[in-house]
Protein backbone atom coordinates (compact mmCIF):
# COMPACT_ATOMS: atom_id res chain seq x y z
CA UNK A 1 0.00 0.00 0.00
CA UNK A 2 1.34 3.23 -1.13
CA UNK A 3 1.67 5.63 2.18
CA UNK A 4 -0.78 8.69 1.28
CA UNK A 5 -1.63 12.02 3.51
CA UNK A 6 -5.07 11.07 4.99
CA UNK A 7 -7.78 13.50 6.73
CA UNK A 8 -10.74 11.73 8.57
CA UNK A 9 -13.05 14.41 9.54
CA UNK A 10 -14.79 13.67 12.87
CA UNK A 11 -11.87 11.52 13.92
CA UNK A 12 -11.48 11.88 17.10
CA UNK A 13 -14.04 9.28 18.64
CA UNK A 14 -16.18 6.19 17.22
CA UNK A 15 -16.51 4.99 13.96
CA UNK A 16 -13.99 7.63 12.80
CA UNK A 17 -11.30 7.20 15.51
CA UNK A 18 -11.68 3.52 14.64
CA UNK A 19 -10.66 4.67 10.92
CA UNK A 20 -7.83 7.31 11.61
CA UNK A 21 -6.01 4.79 13.90
CA UNK A 22 -6.53 1.54 10.54
CA UNK A 23 -5.22 4.30 8.41
CA UNK A 24 -2.08 4.86 10.81
CA UNK A 25 -1.72 1.18 11.06
CA UNK A 26 -1.30 0.88 7.10
CA UNK A 27 1.56 3.49 7.12
CA UNK A 28 -0.35 6.55 5.85
CA UNK A 29 0.04 10.14 7.47
CA UNK A 30 -2.82 11.17 9.27
CA UNK A 31 -4.60 13.90 10.72
CA UNK A 32 -8.34 14.20 12.06
CA UNK A 33 -10.66 17.11 12.82
CA UNK A 34 -13.01 17.67 15.19
CA UNK A 35 -15.05 20.48 16.44
CA UNK A 36 -13.25 21.13 19.48
CA UNK A 37 -9.75 20.35 18.61
CA UNK A 38 -9.06 18.39 22.09
CA UNK A 39 -5.85 16.58 21.92
CA UNK A 40 -6.85 12.81 21.32
CA UNK A 41 -3.73 10.31 22.42
CA UNK A 42 -2.04 9.15 19.30
CA UNK A 43 -3.87 11.49 17.15
CA UNK A 44 -2.92 14.51 15.21
CA UNK A 45 -5.66 16.62 15.98
CA UNK A 46 -7.09 19.99 13.91
CA UNK A 47 -10.18 21.99 15.13
CA UNK A 48 -12.99 22.43 12.40
CA UNK A 49 -15.99 23.56 11.77
CA UNK A 50 -17.28 21.96 9.03
CA UNK A 51 -20.76 23.75 8.70
CA UNK A 52 -18.36 27.37 7.69
CA UNK A 53 -15.94 27.14 4.65
CA UNK A 54 -13.62 29.63 6.28
CA UNK A 55 -12.67 27.24 9.02
CA UNK A 56 -12.79 24.09 6.22
CA UNK A 57 -10.27 25.91 4.16
CA UNK A 58 -8.17 26.72 7.86
CA UNK A 59 -8.40 22.94 8.81
CA UNK A 60 -7.05 21.53 5.24
CA UNK A 61 -3.96 24.30 5.11
CA UNK A 62 -3.08 22.99 8.73
CA UNK A 63 -3.22 19.69 7.82
CA UNK A 64 -1.16 20.27 4.78
CA UNK A 65 1.72 21.64 6.99
CA UNK A 66 1.59 19.37 9.45
CA UNK A 67 1.90 16.32 7.25
CA UNK A 68 3.73 18.14 4.68
CA UNK A 69 1.78 18.34 1.44
CA UNK A 70 -1.93 18.43 0.17
CA UNK A 71 -4.15 15.91 1.16
CA UNK A 72 -4.32 12.89 -1.29
CA UNK A 73 -7.25 11.03 0.80
CA UNK A 74 -10.18 12.36 2.30
CA UNK A 75 -12.45 10.43 4.71
CA UNK A 76 -15.30 12.87 5.40
CA UNK A 77 -17.26 11.10 8.68
CA UNK A 78 -18.44 13.77 10.95
CA UNK A 79 -21.82 14.21 11.89
CA UNK A 80 -24.47 15.25 13.54
CA UNK A 81 -28.04 13.60 14.72
CA UNK A 82 -31.43 15.44 15.71
CA UNK A 83 -34.14 12.93 16.09
CA UNK A 84 -37.36 13.63 16.21
CA UNK A 85 -40.65 12.84 14.13
CA UNK A 86 -41.67 14.63 10.56
CA UNK A 87 -44.52 16.28 12.02
CA UNK A 88 -42.72 17.50 14.85
CA UNK A 89 -39.35 18.91 12.99
CA UNK A 90 -38.05 22.07 13.13
CA UNK A 91 -36.72 24.09 9.86
CA UNK A 92 -33.42 24.27 12.34
CA UNK A 93 -33.65 20.20 13.14
CA UNK A 94 -33.56 19.38 9.24
CA UNK A 95 -31.15 22.44 8.15
CA UNK A 96 -28.85 21.91 11.24
CA UNK A 97 -28.19 18.15 10.32
CA UNK A 98 -28.25 18.74 6.33
CA UNK A 99 -26.20 21.62 6.22
CA UNK A 100 -23.26 19.30 8.75
CA UNK A 101 -23.73 16.08 6.85
CA UNK A 102 -24.12 16.60 3.74
CA UNK A 103 -22.79 20.69 2.65
CA UNK A 104 -20.41 19.92 5.42
CA UNK A 105 -19.20 16.94 3.54
CA UNK A 106 -19.17 19.00 0.40
CA UNK A 107 -17.54 21.74 2.07
CA UNK A 108 -14.43 19.22 2.57
CA UNK A 109 -14.82 18.01 -1.18
CA UNK A 110 -15.01 20.82 -3.09
CA UNK A 111 -11.68 21.89 -0.71
CA UNK A 112 -9.75 18.96 -1.43
CA UNK A 113 -10.79 18.42 -4.93
CA UNK A 114 -8.42 21.19 -6.38
CA UNK A 115 -5.26 19.82 -4.74
CA UNK A 116 -6.15 16.16 -6.19
CA UNK A 117 -7.17 17.65 -9.74
CA UNK A 118 -3.55 18.62 -9.78
CA UNK A 119 -1.71 15.72 -8.36
CA UNK A 120 -4.22 13.64 -10.92
CA UNK A 121 -4.95 11.06 -7.91
CA UNK A 122 -7.24 11.08 -4.74
CA UNK A 123 -9.58 9.31 -2.84
CA UNK A 124 -12.75 10.42 -1.23
CA UNK A 125 -14.95 8.24 0.89
CA UNK A 126 -17.78 9.43 2.39
CA UNK A 127 -19.22 7.65 5.47
CA UNK A 128 -23.00 7.50 4.60
CA UNK A 129 -25.40 5.04 6.62
CA UNK A 130 -27.80 2.44 6.07
CA UNK A 131 -30.21 4.93 7.15
CA UNK A 132 -29.76 6.81 4.18
CA UNK A 133 -30.77 4.44 1.79
CA UNK A 134 -33.08 1.94 4.07
CA UNK A 135 -35.01 4.59 5.66
CA UNK A 136 -35.70 5.12 9.59
CA UNK A 137 -38.91 6.60 11.32
CA UNK A 138 -37.97 10.14 12.87
CA UNK A 139 -34.72 10.53 11.21
CA UNK A 140 -35.77 12.07 7.66
CA UNK A 141 -33.01 14.79 8.09
CA UNK A 142 -30.42 12.42 8.95
CA UNK A 143 -31.81 9.60 6.31
CA UNK A 144 -32.20 12.90 3.54
CA UNK A 145 -28.35 14.18 4.87
CA UNK A 146 -26.73 10.98 4.38
CA UNK A 147 -28.51 9.73 1.00
CA UNK A 148 -27.59 12.93 -0.67
CA UNK A 149 -23.91 11.56 0.13
CA UNK A 150 -24.17 9.16 -3.10
CA UNK A 151 -25.06 11.64 -5.30
CA UNK A 152 -22.08 13.71 -4.49
CA UNK A 153 -20.05 10.56 -4.87
CA UNK A 154 -21.10 9.67 -8.58
CA UNK A 155 -21.18 13.82 -10.00
CA UNK A 156 -17.89 13.66 -8.88
CA UNK A 157 -16.81 10.27 -10.10
CA UNK A 158 -17.68 11.83 -13.44
CA UNK A 159 -16.72 14.95 -13.25
CA UNK A 160 -13.12 13.74 -11.97
CA UNK A 161 -12.65 10.13 -12.73
CA UNK A 162 -10.28 11.09 -15.49
CA UNK A 163 -7.87 12.71 -13.36
CA UNK A 164 -7.02 9.50 -11.26
CA UNK A 165 -10.08 10.42 -8.53
CA UNK A 166 -12.24 8.30 -7.31
CA UNK A 167 -15.12 8.71 -4.67
CA UNK A 168 -17.15 5.96 -2.81
CA UNK A 169 -19.44 6.27 0.09
CA UNK A 170 -19.48 3.57 2.87
CA UNK A 171 -23.04 3.28 4.79
CA UNK A 172 -22.84 1.66 8.05
CA UNK A 173 -25.18 -0.15 9.87
CA UNK A 174 -25.68 -0.55 13.70
CA UNK A 175 -22.09 -0.65 14.69
CA UNK A 176 -21.08 -0.60 18.78
CA UNK A 177 -20.26 2.54 19.75
CA UNK A 178 -20.89 4.38 22.78
CA UNK A 179 -24.18 5.63 21.38
CA UNK A 180 -25.50 1.81 20.97
CA UNK A 181 -24.36 0.65 24.07
CA UNK A 182 -26.89 3.32 26.20
CA UNK A 183 -29.49 2.07 24.02
CA UNK A 184 -32.21 -0.06 26.49
CA UNK A 185 -31.30 -3.96 26.45
CA UNK A 186 -35.12 -4.37 24.56
CA UNK A 187 -33.99 -2.04 22.04
CA UNK A 188 -31.15 -3.47 21.21
CA UNK A 189 -32.40 -6.92 21.15
CA UNK A 190 -34.91 -5.75 18.89
CA UNK A 191 -32.57 -4.04 16.35
CA UNK A 192 -30.34 -6.80 16.65
CA UNK A 193 -33.30 -9.25 15.62
CA UNK A 194 -33.60 -7.54 12.10
CA UNK A 195 -30.05 -7.25 11.10
CA UNK A 196 -29.83 -10.98 9.20
CA UNK A 197 -26.02 -11.23 10.35
CA UNK A 198 -27.61 -11.09 14.18
CA UNK A 199 -25.14 -8.78 16.02
CA UNK A 200 -23.77 -5.24 15.60
CA UNK A 201 -20.82 -4.36 13.76
CA UNK A 202 -17.80 -3.16 15.01
CA UNK A 203 -16.08 0.00 14.59
CA UNK A 204 -12.92 -1.70 12.94
CA UNK A 205 -15.03 -3.70 10.24
CA UNK A 206 -16.02 -0.22 8.90
CA UNK A 207 -12.24 0.97 9.25
CA UNK A 208 -11.65 -1.86 7.29
CA UNK A 209 -13.82 -1.01 4.28
CA UNK A 210 -12.47 2.39 4.19
CA UNK A 211 -9.03 1.16 4.18
CA UNK A 212 -9.81 -1.30 0.93
CA UNK A 213 -11.55 2.32 -0.65
CA UNK A 214 -8.15 3.85 -0.02
CA UNK A 215 -5.71 1.22 -1.42
CA UNK A 216 -4.15 0.89 -4.76
CA UNK A 217 -6.23 -2.10 -4.66
CA UNK A 218 -8.90 -0.12 -5.32
CA UNK A 219 -8.71 2.68 -8.13
CA UNK A 220 -10.73 1.27 -10.66
CA UNK A 221 -13.48 1.45 -7.98
CA UNK A 222 -15.56 4.68 -7.78
CA UNK A 223 -19.35 5.84 -7.49
CA UNK A 224 -19.62 2.85 -5.52
CA UNK A 225 -21.96 2.50 -2.35
CA UNK A 226 -20.17 -0.01 0.09
CA UNK A 227 -22.54 -1.23 2.83
CA UNK A 228 -21.23 -2.29 6.18
CA UNK A 229 -24.31 -3.51 7.99
CA UNK A 230 -24.71 -7.29 8.17
CA UNK A 231 -27.14 -7.58 5.21
CA UNK A 232 -29.71 -4.91 7.02
CA UNK A 233 -29.70 -2.75 3.90
CA UNK A 234 -29.89 -5.47 1.34
CA UNK A 235 -27.70 -3.61 -0.89
CA UNK A 236 -30.32 -0.21 -1.21
Keep these: MTPRRVLVTGGNRGIGEAIARRMLADGHQVAVTSRSGDPVEGLDVIACEITDSDSVDAAFTEAKDR?????????????????TLLMRMSDEDFSAVVDTNLHGSFRCVRRAATAMVKARFGRVILL???????????????AASKSGLVGIARSMTRELGARGITANVVAPGFIETDMT????EKTRAEYQAAIPARRYGQAGEVAAAVSFLASDDAGYISGAVVPVDGGLGMGH
Design 128 to 142: SSVVGLYGSPGQSNY
Design 181 to 184: AELP
Design 67 to 83: LGGDIEVLVANAGITRD
